[in-house]
């Protein structure tokens, strides 16, 4: 059953902070757990010459404030999102998601169907499967029992293909250097939330047209839940780019650009008379 347009239920939204560039169709990218604005940083520039992009950073991540009360719930994180619209006077917007903010952009179109232009979803699911916890606890625990840095090891083995991290170790080190001051009491929080998800009774009913894009070598999210999107999703497209994992954006910022843009401009073009 899909749930109503959730604007009014948390009393106060977060005011969320973030990049606002470009002009034309709004899409807006949201990132996932433990992450903030700056995941789409190669994408962006690439966007906002044809789009007006906002990238937010969710609540308690990056800049944006933890709320003062309440939680992590995804009803109060897309209260938060749709606060942001009103805010710059947008009626609707192209919604983008990677991982947790696939799932986020998802529920946004079920239950705002009349804010959400369309949905990408990026290595993202219809539900969270075992497979996804496990992977969410080994880091907590990794965390706890050995330190940052295993957990940056940890993360890089997870997140990113191989190959791909041994040609960019920028990345390695800047991760290393992240993880110590990092504040992860958010992260976990909105992953305990993401944990229980499921939206396999009503994906069916998703209204806005839908993207799926997935890396085959995914070791978060199963590459084999982008099929499954697909199939739940009545004439939804897909994206599946090989020898490529979880951070998508970041390993493919071209591509990833391109098949954004290339079907918000197909559900931007008017339809035939």
């Known amino acids: 059953m899909v749930r109503p347009a959730v604007a009014g239920e948390t009393a106060s939204p977060v ?3 973030g990049r606002d560039e470009g002009s034309g169709p709004v899409v807006v990218l949201l990132h996932g757990v433990g992450a903030d604005h700056t995941l789409w940083n190669a ?7 044809e789009f007006r992009v906002l990238a937010p950073d969710l609540r308690g991540h990056g800049r944006s404030p933890a709320p003062g009360q309440g939680g992590y719930r995804f009803e109060e994180l897309e209260a938060d999102v749709l606060a942001l619209l009103d805010r710059h006077a947008i009626a609707a917007a192209h919604m983008v998601g990677l991982s947790g903010g696939a799932l986020l952009a998802l529920r946004l179109g079920l239950d705002a169907p009349t804010r ?3 949905v990408c979803m990026i290595a993202g699911s219809a539900y969270t499967d075992g497979h996804t916890r496990a992977v969410a606890e080994r880091w907590a625990e990794t965390y706890a029992r050995d330190g ?3 957990m940056a090891i940890r993360l890089l083995k997870d997140l990113y293909y191989p190959d791909w991290i041994e040609t960019h170790m920028e990345i390695a ?6 993880v110590p001051h990092h504040d992860y009491r958010p992260a976990e929080r909105w992953a305990k939330e993401i944990a229980t998800f499921d939206a396999r009774g ?11 894009i997935q ?3 995914d070791q978060v999210v199963d590459a084999s839940h982008g099929r499954i999107l697909r199939q739940s999703i009545p004439g939804s497209k897909i994206r599946i780019f090989p020898q ?7 390993e493919r910022p071209e591509e990833t650009a391109e098949a954004i843009a290339h079907f918000v401009h197909e559900v931007e073009k008017p339809s035939e008379p």
Do not use: F, Y
């Not at 994408?43 to 010459?49: A, F, H």
């Not at 080190?173 to 992240?178: C, I, K």
């Not at 009503?202 to 799926?212: C, D, E, G, M, N």
């Open 215 to 217: 890396g085959m070598d």
């Open 202 to 212: 009503s994906i069916a009913a998703l209204q806005p047209p839908a993207l799926v």
């Open 43 to 49: 994408v962006i520039p690439r966007l906002s010459s």
């Open 173 to 178: 080190d800047r991760l290393r250097e992240e």
């Open 148 to 150: 940052p840095d295993a």
């Open 244 to 250: 490529t994992g979880h951070m998508v954006p970041v």
């Open 116 to 118: 959400v232009r369309s």
């Open 15 to 17: 005011p969320l902070v």
